[in-house]
């Protein structure tokens, strides 16, 4: 996941097994993110009214109040939350019981911490956008609400086709992309004109960005292009 602006983005991680807790706060904030901890429901629901997290991730099966009880009343404040639920039975009625009551989404243990991350990202994009319009890959930073990329802190001067080109090329770092791909992604896959024409912008881009040894956007010739951030 590149590193994202995401200072002010808070996560409730409430679960009953302090080692859970801890290597997700730890991993969680080394990502960027502002981290809350709870380890039962009930403390829950008071890390809750009183940080207003836009994410919750929700252990199901705690003693006391479960997940399911903390979801029905997190999802009844009214507040726009995402509520991502974590259980160890991967049962289907577990599954409804907490999308009926409002879950946005569900993890089965023992999971991933990247596939969580991924799932944590897929919220804020889908419900939250606005906390992750700008973006940081290395020097590059993509303000998608605004239309700006910025290198080495300054804003360039792009236009419409090459904001786009850039930002899809930025966003594969370290991945070879064909001219006939980013003809697909960047003009769409009706474009009618010579492939030639993804030389002009590669060459438009190297100029604006200073990279006249071509060792930023590398051509991998027979192959097509490559961005390597420094």
């Not at 804020?124 to 940081?136: A, C, D, G, K």
């Amino acid at each position: 996941m590149p590193a994202a602006n995401k200072k002010g983005i808070r996560i409730l991680l409430v679960d009953d097994e302090p080692h859970i807790l801890e290597f997700l706060e730890l991993g969680l904030m080394n990502e960027g993110f502002e981290i809350y901890t709870a380890p039962d429901g009930e403390s829950a629901l008071e890390r809750y009214r009183e940080h207003q997290p836009h994410i919750v991730v929700l252990d199901v099966m705690m003693p006391g109040m479960n997940g399911f009880e903390v979801c029905d009343a997190i999802k009844r404040s009214g507040n726009q939350v995402a509520v991502i639920m974590l259980t160890a039975k991967d049962e289907v009625e577990d599954r409804v019981k907490g999308l009926t009551l409002g879950a946005d989404d569900y993890l089965v243990k023992p999971f991933s911490f990247s596939e969580l991350l991924a799932r944590i990202g897929a919220r804020l994009r889908n419900q939250f956008p606005n906390l992750l319009s700008e973006v940081t890959y290395g020097p590059f930073r993509i303000d998608d609400r605004r239309k700006e990329l910025i290198y080495n802190d300054h804003v360039l001067e792009l236009s419409p086709t090459e904001y786009e080109l850039l930002k899809f090329i930025v966003m594969n770092n370290g991945v070879v992309l064909s001219k006939s791909l980013i003809l697909d992604k960047v003009w769409g896959y009706n474009f009618g004109g010579e492939e030639n024409i993804v030389e002009v912008y590669i060459r438009s881009l190297r100029d604006k960005l200073g990279d006249k040894e071509h060792r930023l956007i590398r051509t991998l010739r027979g192959s097509g292009y490559r961005l390597d951030l420094p």
